[in-house]
């Protein structure tokens, strides 16, 4: 018989409550939990699902992750160019198209100056880009004679020149994409705001 075997004995656990039935029960052994081998049996059956459905929710998060990451460059230039193109929308609300004036086209696009084709390093630029009705934009390609001239009256012949002279070609990554979107919607946001505490 060891000293500390007596001290282990003299030493009597406080009560505690049962985590599974809720009843007030005094420990035999320092490190019970639960009151009795019933309640053993559920804590462990409750402890196996927690730890099941942890094991789900983590590989859930694994796949979901995994499917954004797969998703091509391409999708996430989409996604961004549409947060974009809602912005100049909003922004340029009441203009009127950018090339014939129009302004109660039935529908209005927001229509870029430089092409994304042509030059993909100005498709997020808020220069390059106006509001613009939809038949200037898709029927007359962007009818790009009056939208120079309205442009320049608009912005100024140097930020014009400044927009054509540009050809810097530029490769967009994802977290810049990210971080493109997150601006925009920022904006987008701030400007509806002030719409409706102008109405
Ligand atoms: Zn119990
Ligand atoms: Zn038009």
């Given at each position: 018989m060891t000293g500390g075997l007596n001290v282990l004995k003299a030493k009597k656990p406080k009560p505690k409550k049962c985590p599974i039935c809720k009843t007030k029960f005094t420990p035999d052994r320092p490190l019970q939990i639960v009151c009795s081998p019933l309640c053993a049996n559920k804590y462990q059956k409750q402890q196996k699902e927690n730890q099941q459905k942890q094991a789900e929710d983590e590989s859930r998060r694994n796949w979901r992750k995994r499917k954004a990451?797969?998703?091509?460059?391409?999708?996430?230039?989409?996604?961004?160019?549409?947060?974009?193109?809602?912005?100049?929308?909003?922004?340029?609300?009441?203009?009127?198209?950018?090339?014939?004036?129009?302004?109660?086209?039935v529908s209005f696009h927001a229509g870029h100056f430089r092409t994304t084709k042509a030059a993909s390093q100005l498709r997020f630029n808020e220069d390059n880009v106006h509001l613009q009705c939809s038949a200037c934009n898709v029927h007359k390609s962007g009818d790009i004679g009056p939208y120079r001239l309205n442009l320049i009256k608009k912005i100024g012949l140097e930020r014009v020149m400044a927009l054509e002279s540009n050809n810097e070609e530029h490769r967009y990554t994802r977290e810049e994409l990210d971080g493109i979107r997150a601006l925009y919607r920022k904006k987008l946001r701030d400007i509806e705001k002030q719409h409706l505490e102008a109405a």
């Open positions: 990451d797969a998703k091509p460059l391409s999708h996430w230039k989409n996604m961004t160019q549409r947060v974009f193109n809602d912005y100049i929308r909003a922004r340029d609300r009441g203009n009127g198209c950018i090339s014939c004036g129009i302004k109660n086209a």
